[in-house]
């Protein structure tokens, strides 16, 4: 059995799967927050777990306390390389490209190959990655994740209201202040990634992220776009598989 762990900045997301599945087939998975990541070991430990592919973000600290987490698996860290799984990475160092984002655009290439692509990943921050046709990792964006710009607003202009994301978004211009904020942090999310496909000449866009549900329904895009779950994981997941994925549409 096979443990995919994405420890991020504010989740841990995880998959079992079982050896020769396909990427995205998975018997378990889930996610959860940093202090209940104590609350796993047992359950993976009953699944029978041999191996860990584990991609983390968050630090030395956190990379220790998995370690000790699953002590008798023997556990790959991934990491970022010049080449992996048919694709190459131009990034200027390749080993400073954030292991989550080169393991997103390996899912997404996975999911869509041969095409020029974006992918999105919307979580504490929002990176926008693109990858030619013939699978080159070419280099990307990095803004504040829509959470993060609308607590950031908030907090430092006087007066506004914290808005959580995902509340209701009326359809043209907000006329409240709530409101405001939020379609125009929406709008700034959506637009980076708009942007990021007419810059590149992309032909599909993949969209992942806790916070994808609300900006991928709102991207006016030509081209084909998918909200996606878990890209993170599949990428890991493609790099011991070949076999297809699946995905699901905005």
């Known amino acids: 059995m096979l443990l995919l762990i ?8 995880w998959a079992l799967a079982e050896d020769g599945a396909a990427p995205g087939v998975w018997i378990a ?8 990541l104590n609350h796993l070991p047992a359950s993976w430990a009953q699944h029978g777990v041999k191996r860990a592919l584990v991609s983390n973000v968050a630090g030395s600290k956190l990379r220790d306390q998995l370690q000790l987490m699953i002590p008798t698996t023997a556990i790959s860290w991934f990491a970022s390389t010049a080449q ?10 390749p080993s400073q490209l ?40 070419l280099g990307g964006m990095i803004l504040p994740g829509l ?21 209701t978004l009326p359809a043209g211009f907000a ?24 810059l590149h000449g992309a032909t599909a866009c993949i969209v992942s992220g806790g916070a994808a549900q609300y900006i991928g329904p709102v991207l006016r895009l030509p081209i084909d776009h998918r909200i996606v779950d878990n890209i993170v994981l599949i990428g ?4 011991v598989t070949s076999s297809p994925l699946q995905d699901s549409p905005c």
């Open 6 to 13: 994405d420890a991020g900045n504010t989740r841990i997301k």
């Open 29 to 36: 998975s889930g996610a959860v927050a940093h202090a209940d």
């Open 84 to 93: 992996l799984a048919g694709m190459r990475n131009a990034y200027r160092n």
């Open 98 to 137: 954030g292991c989550d984002r080169f393991a997103a655009a390996l899912g997404a290439r996975a999911l869509a190959p041969r095409q020029a692509l974006i992918v999105a990943t919307c979580g504490t921050a929002t990176t926008i990655d693109a990858v030619s046709a013939d699978g080159v990792f």
């Open 147 to 167: 959470g993060l710009m609308a607590t950031s607003l908030a907090r430092n202009t006087a007066q506004l209201p914290e808005v959580a994301p995902g509340a």
């Open 175 to 198: 006329d409240n202040t709530a409101d405001a904020i939020l379609s125009g942090c929406l709008s700034a999310q959506a637009g980076a990634i708009e942007r990021a496909c007419a």
């Open 236 to 239: 890991l997941h493609s790099t």
